[in-house]
T-cell receptor, first 115, second 118 residues
Framework: NAGVTQTPKFRILKIGQSMTLQCTQD?????MYWYRQDPGMGLKLIYY???????DKGEVPNGYNVSRSTTEDFPLRLELAAPSQTSVYFC??????????????FGEGSRLTVL | AQKVTQAQTEISVVEKEDVTLDCVYE???????LFWYKQPPSGELVFLIR??????QNEISGRYSWNFQKSTSSFNFTITASHVVDSAVYFC???????????????FGSGTQLTVLP
């Protein structure tokens, strides 16, 4: 199994540009998450989804949008990129329902630089 | 609100030394899970251990051991006889329910950079 796959792994954006980080998982997990990791910091939750068609904000949602049209895919869109969005982005998924302990299965991360 | 504190920003040890990474957490929930993840220089996040709030037994896995104490809200991680390959950032994390559903949010500490010198 591929697990959680994120693309692209690296990207440089100019201020004001937009882009979408792709995330797909093949483990049939209902729950999916986007986190960002700033240098020297832990991960902070941007958005999460408990299933297709359902998304909700996390701790730091400003400047981002998400959608969840299928169980497998959870893309993260950056509108009008700003230098403050320079970070490493991690997509993750977890087991559904009563099996959900919060243990996350992470993608390899996407390093985004906004200049 | 929940919070995870890893007061040690950086630790350096010489190979074969033992090292303990501290983690203190705050939550009002009675049911929660605690985790340790490792982030090697390559950047991926590697799951190490999960512990639920009702299980205070210490755990040992090879050179790794974990000490969970609810009385002090701590979940410390010890590496015995450290190796150079143990060099990484180690994150402690706390999982609590998001609102009224069954989904859980993982709150991370800021991490401890461990450097093991040869």
């Amino acid at each position: 199994n591929a697990g959680v796959t994120q693309t692209p792994k690296f990207r440089i954006l100019k201020i004001g540009q937009s882009m979408t980080l792709q995330c797909t998982q093949d483990m049939n997990h209902n729950y999916m998450y986007w986190y960002r990791q700033d240098p020297g910091m832990g991960l902070k939750l941007i958005y999460y989804s408990v299933g297709a068609g359902i998304t909700d904000k996390g701790e730091v949602p400003n400047g981002y949008n998400v959608s969840r049209s299928t169980t497998e895919d959870f893309p993260l869109r950056l509108e009008l990129a700003a230098p403050s969005q320079t970070s490493v982005y991690f997509c993750a998924s977890s087991y559904p329902g009563t099996l959900n302990t919060g243990e996350l299965f992470f993608g390899e991360g996407s390093r985004l630089t906004v200049l | 609100a929940q919070k995870v504190t890893q007061a040690q920003t950086e630790i350096s040890v010489v190979e074969k030394e033992d090292v303990t990474l501290d983690c203190v957490y705050e939550t009002r929930d009675t049911t929660y899970y605690l985790f340790w993840y490792k982030q090697p220089p390559s950047g991926e996040l590697v799951f190490l251990i999960r512990r639920n709030s009702f299980d205070e037994q210490n755990e040992i896995s090879g050179r790794y051991s974990w000490n969970f104490q609810k009385s002090t809200s701590s979940f410390n991680f010890t590496i015995t006889a450290s190796h150079v390959v143990d060099s990484a950032v180690y994150f402690c994390a706390l999982s609590v329910l998001i609102s009224s559903g069954s989904a859980r949010q993982l709150t991370f500490g800021s991490g401890t950079q461990l450097t093991v010198l040869p």
